[in-house]
């Protein structure tokens, strides 16, 4: 706390309840900097939070429900970034009253993935026969040696599509002139993201 400013760090992968020993290797968790802001809203030398960020993102779990809260805050919070603000970084940001970039920082990457890899081929040529039994067409799927099936892929493009929809609204509702075509995974300098009115100011 300075000068009643709690600042919180935003810093590296970001990811919900992990153990205590990722953090050694630059993760973040969205339960900690909940506590956190927990403890800065209850302490009465307080006035105002700023989250001090530098994450590329991480995984979604736990991100809307930190971002919400912190949209909800009954203290102002504000976010900045002299490094990366992105996906879901940026996210939690969007929660904030305000976002401030360093000219020079990545800010933005709206959008969601996930990723394959179709290890059925090499299985086939190494002689290895995969086989899958299942309760359900969409358990299991993913299981390395297999391919996903059409039904398959079409949900998780769904999941991937309505975590997406979840995410730009959350930006817009923080930046509601934020255009669609900005909100397409792209990331943008500090001094490119004022112009678009992905942040709210920028400091040296």
Not at 48 to 65: A, C, H
Not at 70 to 96: H, V
Not at 163 to 171: C, H, S, Y
Request: proline share 4%; charged share 20%.
């Amino acid at each position: 706390v300075v000068d009643g400013v709690a600042i919180i760090p935003v810093v590296g992968v970001v990811l919900n309840r992990i153990p205590q020993i990722f953090k050694a290797f630059g993760y973040c968790d969205c339960a900690e900097i909940s506590h956190w802001l927990d403890e800065a809203i209850d302490d009465p030398a307080v006035s105002r939070i700023v989250l001090d960020i530098d994450s590329p993102g991480g995984t979604v779990s736990g991100v809307m429900e930190l971002a919400a809260k912190i949209a909800n805050s009954p203290k102002r919070i504000d976010a900045f970034t002299g490094g990366m603000c992105c996906s879901a970084a940026y996210w939690l940001a969007c929660g904030a009253r305000s976002i401030t970039a360093t000219p020079s920082a990545d800010v933005g990457s709206v959008g969601v993935y996930t990723a394959y890899t179709d290890l059925s081929l090499m299985a086939k040529l190494a002689g290895i026969a995969v086989e899958v039994f299942r309760s359900g067409k969409y358990k299991g799927a993913g299981i390395p040696g297999t391919s996903l099936s059409d039904e398959q892929k079409e949900m998780i493009q769904a999941e991937v599509d309505a975590l997406a929809a979840m995410f730009k609204g959350a930006v817009k509702k923080s930046r509601p002139h934020t255009p669609d075509e900005l909100m397409q995974g792209q990331s943008f300098l500090g001094l490119v993201a004022a112009d678009n009115r992905m942040v709210d100011a920028l400091a040296d």
